[in-house]
């Protein structure tokens, strides 16, 4: 048999709730920033998203590039358009075709011209060795290999240190530059090259 409790009292609702809006009214004080903490957030943000701007624009002012040796002279074209490097391996001569197509090469099943740029610029030549090496020059439609003489690396350019070309690199090699580098870092119009009907190869019998 239950006995009932004797020490039961009825419930204040009325304290309840002034505690419960005590509680409230204690809670929004300590999530509420203050005017100071604000400006400070606001701040903390705004320097945040500065940092991220500055970020974006340095690298939208510099261009990464791969820089190789012709003639002992330093190349560099964007490595937006390079879709790899490898050595010159297997190369097969082409017939009827022009004197700066060394020829083709057979890259894992693609085969693809490779352009000497040494002759097509009208630079001296010299005999290939193991340093040589063939850069794949890409776009969305076309696709062929330069030689280069050795890789120096990869690296950035500021694009305002890129100043017009020098008196002394006429002929048809200015046609496609963007630039030269205070290190004297010619720099190559890789969509140009890309693009330009003279380097398209077509075989003849």
Known sequence: MNTPLTNNKAIDWREVERRLETARIATGHIWAPTTEDT???????????????VS???????????????????????????RE???????????????????????????????????????????????????????ADRVFGILADVISGVCRIPRAGIQPSLPTLTGIREDYLLGITAERVVVLDAEKLLHDEKLIVNEQA
């Open 39 to 53: 400006q400070r957030i606001l701040k903390k943000r705004a320097q945040t998203l500065a940092r991220e701007a």
């Open 56 to 82: 974006a624009e340095a690298a939208d002012a510099s261009i990464e590039v791969i820089e190789f040796l012709l003639a002992h002279e330093r190349y560099a074209v964007a490595s937006e358009y390079v």
């Open 85 to 139: 490097v490898y050595p010159l391996e297997e190369l097969t001569p082409l017939p009827c075709t022009p004197a700066f197509v060394l020829g083709i090469v057979n890259l894992r099943g693609e085969i693809l011209p490779v352009i000497d740029l040494k002759k097509f610029f009208d630079l001296p030549e010299k005999g290939l060795t193991n340093l040589n090496k063939v850069i794949v020059l890409e776009s």
